[in-house]
Every structure is written in structure tokens, then in C-alpha cells.
């Protein structure tokens, strides 16, 4: 359908919208008009990728003079594969002639664009990282100039040189939309790699999908998104985390085996060096007249040599002369030899430590004898000493790159981190595992170049409430801050607290009580009594693995798991990847079958990030605690004392907003449309207090009636038979008179004639 929103020509690829996605174009448009940041809260299940993409591509057509491009951050390879199909479906429904002149694709790492036989058979994606430059690192191309023989190269990356020495990439590519498969489908059938086409192309692209750590993370942005110009509109999607993301980019953590494995790597540098002194000593004589004129002089690399940049080095350091005493290769790894020592020595502390980057660096200072400065270009200097020696192993380096990542942060940054050494894990004291943490508690030092370098980013998700947190937490200003709610015909969604067990005892997983057998019972008790009434599939969320293993240990000694088990099979999510794809897997199968399962799955994992539970997948979730963060960690508490005294937030808003934002993923997983229905049980009594409920987004607050709000199992049991029998009742899809929930192109004409009219 196409219509007119503010005085745009919108092109939309379905014949209906909901009255909230045009909501969200309407909000969207003005902070384009603006040129300013948005953040916006939307429903699951209402739409947002589709308005989002419509709306900017609309936007962009409608002045060609000059183009916005779309950025679309996304974080997984599957929301990245869904977005790029909503993009090919609204390129079809496009004019012509503009469809014909789109490009759109999605850029992952080597691991999932490889189509080389050898390459890509490698299993880890450093691996196949390490297989590529191995092939395509251009002192191994030089030699196979002289050694053709010998010397495998890839022919997909030659084919792929070849055009671009010509100028002639865009002939491989022509418009489209290009998902990851059509890649590399693309690649085998041309003979072209479609990792590094697709690098390239990224620069012409009207429209590119890629992880938020393209962005976010410093030492892949410069490298991958250092063409994007400043008019582009950049999309974080399910951005509910995007602080954590933030932090994780700008955090390294240190063990004992970070410090032998960088030892290993000091001793095959210097065996290397050895060797080029012997053969080619002038290459290394031009590297130190190179580092002289400053790190920006080594011009640009080869695409296929250019690896991770530095973590923090803004531009102007770069011009720098590199200190006089890292200029000898030599100099540089006995630097890297204090350090590692020093490191290896403040590991050996009985207690635990919490230091200040200032401080440390004083301490490295007058104990090793290196200064600031060295500290912050030790990660560029690695990288220019691995490329002079033609190092294409870069994954077996993987522990001196971490210790020169962590000099140059604690070198670059004096505010917003702090370096913690703990000699054990509090949770296992009498295993001594010591570990240096550099951790970073400030999230807007890393997404601040990105609002700004780009003149609009729209942070959006189902669940940013309270939605006045993240500019504080990101320091940034939105001309546009709002929350929508979800227009129904019927009430499909039905949230209830539950605070007690059939005994009228009081249920909770604070850590006085969860391990309390009458709440375990009660626990077991309720999800006993909801599978032997709802049907298909139900979703259970544990505050921790821990917790989940204690908990079904428990009930199987009490017998309520073999009772739980006579109705519907039981699944569980491990930790590890590949176990909990194959148990979600038989779940859907279970579901397929007609008797249901429950899957059992932990908040703040795998599944409560990225897995729907749609239609017979999931009528009804079960949040059993309240999941906060591990209170009495280190970690936490530094970033704590941070975020109240810099950004003035208090901790404990900060933690129940933290659980509540999770808590809300955990079962807005239901929800993945407005035909679908489904339940939501919090069961813990703290959900009760007003503190905590107001914390969960408007649209489920607005089905939380207050009769819902202080249940026992037998009661919750009684609403959801309720509920389940008025879902099965036939209702009006589209909704009637004032309460239209899915709108034409004649309805959306009549709201702009009466908008004119008023």
C-alpha cells in the first residue's frame, strides 16, 4: 500500500497497518525532520522492523538529491536474516525504477560469508579468520608471485582483487537485497568472496544490516564502518541492552593462562625478529623510519591485511610520533615483557583490589618502568610488528593482543573504568582462579562517536521502560522519547502476579526464601497445576542456571516432576549452544505433536534474547523470581558507585530497572503477533510492591487489571482456564468503529482528511 504521512509518499509492502506503526512513522519522521536521535519503545510483535524500513527508505526516495543510507544494527545472525527478508519484500513493492536502483545487504563475519572448501571447514571463527590471511595476506600473495607452486592462494580473493583493481565490483553486485545465503550463493556461482565484495560494497550500499559490534566496539568500527558518512540514520533494534553491549566492547579480563599463552606469543615474536635480522633486516629499518613519521603514515593497507584497529585512539594520536622507546622491535617486546611480568606479579594477591586506572598506571610506572604513553600505542605497534613480520596465525596471538587492548584502554581512558583483581570467584572461594578485570562502567564512552558522527540514531525495542533511563545511562539527548502501546480487539494478552501458593504461603526467589522448601513445593505445585490445564506449549524462566538445576533436583525428589512429566514433556537450556538448539528443537516438535511441552530456560540467556515462542509455541510463561544481576559482585558494585555519582542514579533503581528489563523479555517471548494470544505469571511477591510492577513496559501494564495483582495458585489457575476458554470464542480481526486495530488505505485517507478538517 502507499499513503500520505505529513506531506511523505509512504511505501509499505502489506494492505493493512496497525494504527501504532503509523504512530511510529509519524514520531520516526519528525526526528528525521530534525535531524536528531529518537528513542522509541514499541510492542513485540507490532511491526517494528517493517515501519522502520519503510519509513527511512520512503524518506530517502523522496529526496534523491540527497539520500539517506540505513544503518541496521541488529544482535544475531537471525534478526539480521528476518530483516533483510522484510527488506526484500518492501523492495517489490517499491516503483520500478526505484527498486531498480536499491541496494541492500547484510555483512557478517568470515565465519558465516566463507565459501573457500578449507577455509571455512575450520570450526571457531578465529580460526577461519586465521585460514583466510594464511591465504590472502599480501606478503603470502607476493610469495606466491615468485613461488606459484607452493605458495596456496584463494582464487576466490583473487577474482575478487582482480575486479577490484579494475573498478568493476558492481557488475558482481547489481541492486537487490542480499541476504548472508545469497552471498554466498553469489560467491561460489561467480567465483568471487563474497566476504570481502561484500566489505566493499558496504561503502554503496543503500541499505546495510550488520552486528552492533560493526559499530559499537572500536576495534572493528574503524575498520568496517570508517566510510559511513554522516547521513545516515542508524538503527539499534532490540536495543533494551545496549549499555551492557557498550561496556562488554571496552572490558578485558586477564588470567594466568591470558599471561602464559602471551609469553609463548613474546618468544615466537622474538624468534621471528631473529630471523628477519638474518634475511631481511631492512624491513624492519623501514618499519622503525615509518613508526618515526607517526602511526598515520603507514597508509592504507590492503583490505586483506587491515585487522583489528586500536580500541581507543582517536585520530589526532595516530599523527603522533610512536615513543622513541617501542620504535626497535627489541625495545617493544621487552616493554611487553615488564608488562606481562608486573601483570603476573599483582596477580599473585591474597585480596581482593580495586584500582583506578591513574593509580595503576603509576604503579606500572614506577615497578616496570613504562609511562602513559607507551601504555596507549602498545596495541598499534603490536600490529604494525605482526605485519612487518607477516604473522598470519593472528588467532594463536589472541593473548598478547589482550594484553596490549588492556594497555592502551587503561593508557587512554582515566575516567569510567576501574581495574579489579580478585584472587578467586566468590561463588567458589576455595578455587583459586585469579583474574585482573578491566572494566569499563561508563557505556557512553563507546556509543558517543556513533551519535556523534551520524545526524540521526534511533534506539528502539519491545521493553526500554522506564524509557528516561537510557539517556542518562548513554548521555545523549532524543528529540524524540516515547512509548507505544498495542491497539487490540480482544484482550490477548493476559499478565497476572502471583505472590502465593495454595497454602497461602509466600513465594519468592530473594535468597532468605528460595531455598525454602515450602516455596520450592509451591513452585512445582503451580507449574504442575498450569500444565495440566493449558495446552501446548508452556516457557518457564529461572533468575539463574544455579537456581534451575537446585530447583528441578528438588522437585524430582519430591515426585512433582514426574507428576509435571504425566502431561507435557520437560526441556532444558544448557549453556552450551549446540544442546540447547537441539532440546529447542524436540520442543517444537513436542508442541507440533499437540500435547505441548514446557521448556525450562534462564533469564538473561540465549533463549530469553533471541527465541520466539509464537502461536501453540508458547500460551503461557512463567517468570518464576525476580531476576537481578549477582549482587555482590565486584564488577557490579564499582559500576554501581558510578552510575550514582557521575549520572546521579541510585542503585537500587538501577537494579530493579536492570531485572525488570529482563523480566519483560523473558515473557513479552509470547507475544509475536496481535492473532496470537497468550499468559504471563510473575510469580514472586516482590512483583506486588508498585516500586516494581511500574518498571515493566505501558503495554503490559495495561493489561495488568488489578485483580490480577495479589493471586494464589488456585486463583491464577482459575483466571487462566478463564482466559483460555474467551480466546477460543471466533473475534473481529480487524476491530470496528473507534477501535480499528488494522488500518486500510482508505482509513488512513479519512484520518488525513479529518486531521485537515481539524
Known amino acids: 500500500m502507499k499513503f500520505d504521512l505529513e506531506g511523505l509518499t509512504v511505501h509499505f509492502p502489506y494492505a493493512a497497518i496497525y494504527p501504532e506503526q503509523h504512530a511510529y512513522m509519524g514520531e520516526l519522521k519528525r526526528a528525521l525532520d530534525a535531524r536528531g536521535h529518537a528513542l522509541l519503545e514499541m510492542p513485540t510483535g507490532t511491526g517494528k522492523t517493517a515501519a522502520l524500513i519503510s519509513l527511512i527508505t520512503s ?47 547484510g555483512l557478517s563475519s568470515r565465519k558465516n560469508l566463507c565459501v573457500h572448501p578449507q577455509a571455512s571447514a575450520a570450526a571457531a571463527r578465529d580460526s577461519v579468520d586465521t585460514a583466510c590471511r594464511r591465504l590472502t595476506a599480501s606478503w603470502v600473495r607476493d610469495r606466491a608471485a615468485s613461488d606459484p607452486d607452493s605458495t596456496p592462494l584463494c582464487d576466490f580473493f583473487e577474482s575478487f582483487d582482480r575486479a577490484a583493481a579494475a573498478g568493476d565490483l558492481a557488475s558482481y553486485m547489481p541492486p537487490g537485497v542480499y541476504t548472508l545465503a545469497d552471498l554466498r550463493a553469489l560467491g561460489r556461482d561467480r567465483g568471487i568472496c563474497p566476504y570481502f565484495l561484500a566489505r566493499q560494497m558496504v561503502k554503496y550500499a543503500n541499505v546495510v544490516v550488520y552486528s552492533y559490534q560493526y559499530l559499537i566496539d572500536p576495534k572493528v568500527a574503524s575498520i568496517v564502518s570508517r566510510e559511513m558518512q554522516k547521513e545516515c540514520v542508524v538503527v539499534f533494534d532490540e536495543a533494551h541492552n545496549i549499555d551492557n553491549v557498550c561496556i562488554e566492547a571496552l572490558s578485558v579480563s586477564i588470567r594466568k593462562q591470558t599471561l602464559e599463552g602471551a609469553e609463548r606469543n613474546l618468544r615466537r615474536i622474538s624468534q621471528e625478529i631473529d630471523r628477519f635480522k638474518a634475511t631481511d633486516a631492512n624491513r624492519l629499518r623501514a618499519e622503525y623510519n615509518r613508526l618515526v613519521d607517526g602511526l598515520a603514515q603507514r597508509g592504507n593497507l590492503p583490505i586483506s591485511d587491515a585487522w583489528l584497529a586500536n580500541p581507543a585512539l582517536p585520530e589526532d594520536i595516530l599523527k603522533e610520533a610512536v615513543p622513541g622507546n617501542i620504535r626497535r622491535a627489541e625495545h617493544f617486546l621487552a616493554v611487553l615483557r615488564r608488562l606481562v611480568r608486573f601483570l603476573d606479579g599483582r596477580l599473585e594477591t591474597e585480596n581482593v583490589e580495586n584500582e583506578m586506572p591513574v593509580a595503576f598506571v603509576a604503579s606500572i610506572h614506577s615497578q616496570a618502568g613504562i609511562d602513559q604513553k607507551m601504555l596507549r600505542f602498545c596495541y598499534d605497534r603490536l600490529h604494525s610488528l605482526m605485519l612487518t613480520l607477516e604473522i598470519t596465525d593472528t588467532d594463536e596471538f589472541m593473548p598478547i593482543q589482550t594484553i596490549c587492548d588492556f594497555a592502551t584502554l587503561i593508557g587512554t581512558y582515566t575516567r569510567g573504568f576501574s581495574i579489579i583483581i580478585e584472587p578467586y570467584d566468590e561463588r567458589m572461594p576455595d578455587i583459586r582462579d585469579p583474574v585482573i578485570q578491566l572494566s569499563c ?89 498450569m500444565a495440566s490445564a493449558v495446552p501446548d506449549g508452556i516457557v518457564c524462566f529461572f533468575v539463574s542456571y544455579s537456581y534451575m538445576d537446585g530447583i528441578v533436583n528438588s522437585w524430582n525428589e519430591m515426585g512433582i516432576l514426574q507428576d509435571i512429566m504425566q502431561h507435557k514433556l520437560v526441556f532444558i537450556e544448557t549453556p552450551d549452544v549446540v544442546e540447547t538448539t537441539l532440546a529447542l528443537d524436540n520442543y517444537r516438535k513436542a508442541c507440533d505433536c499437540g500435547r505441548g511441552a514446557i521448556f525450562f530456560s534462564v533469564a538473561r540467556g540465549k533463549v530469553a534474547e533471541g527465541i520466539d515462542f509464537d502461536r501453540h509455541y508458547g500460551r503461557l510463561v512463567i517468570m518464576f523470581g525476580v531476576p537481578f544481576q549477582y549482587t555482590l559482585s565486584r564488577i557490579l558494585l564499582a559500576r554501581l558507585e558510578y552510575l550514582r555519582e557521575t549520572f546521579q542514579i541510585k542503585e537500587g533503581d538501577f537494579l530493579t530497572f536492570d531485572a525488570l528489563r529482563q523480566a519483560a523479555q523473558c515473557v513479552g517471548r509470547v507475544i509475536r503477533s496481535k492473532a496470537d494470544y497468550g499468559m504471563m505469571i510473575f510469580a514472586d511477591k516482590r512483583y506486588s510492591r508498585h516500586d516494581k510492577r511500574s518498571k ?63
Open 696 to 758: 515493566l513496559p505501558g503495554w503490559i501494564l495495561s493489561h495488568l487489571h488489578d485483580a490480577h495483582l495479589n493471586l494464589s495458585t488456585d486463583m491464577a489457575l482459575h483466571i487462566a482456564r478463564e482466559f483460555l476458554r474467551r480466546m477460543a470464542q471466533p473475534y473481529d480481526k480487524t476491530g470496528s468503529g473507534g477501535n480499528k486495530t488494522l488500518l486500510t488505505e482508505e482509513d488512513l485517507q479519512n484520518m488525513a482528511q479529518d486531521a485537515m478538517e481539524m
Open 59 to 105: 524518506y530517502s526516495l523522496a529526496s534523491p538529491s540527497r539520500p539517506l543510507r540505513l544503518i541496521y544494527c541488529t544482535r544475531t545472525v537471525h534478526e539480521m536474516e528476518k530483516t533483510l527478508a522484510e527488506l526484500r519484500l518492501l523492495f517489490a513493492h517499491l516503483p520500478a525504477a526505484a527498486s531498480r536502483s536499491l541496494l541492500a545487504l
Open 441 to 529: 562502567h561508563d557505556a557512553s564512552l563507546a556509543i558517543q562517536p556513533v551519535f556523534e558522527r551520524f545526524q540521526t540514531v534511533v534506539i528502539t525495542s519491545g521493553t526500554l521502560s522506564p524509557i528516561d533511563l537510557y539517556p542518562r545511562l548513554l548521555n545523549f539527548n532524543p528529540v524524540i522519547s516515547r512509548s507505544f502501546t498495542m491497539s487490540l480487539t480482544r484482550d490477548c494478552i493476559c499478565p497476572m502476579v502471583l505472590t502465593r501458593g495454595s497454602d497461602q504461603l509466600p513465594v519468592s526467589t530473594k535468597f532468605d526464601m528460595r531455598s525454602d522448601p515450602g516455596v520450592v513445593r509451591n513452585y512445582g505445585r503451580l507449574l504442575l497445576e
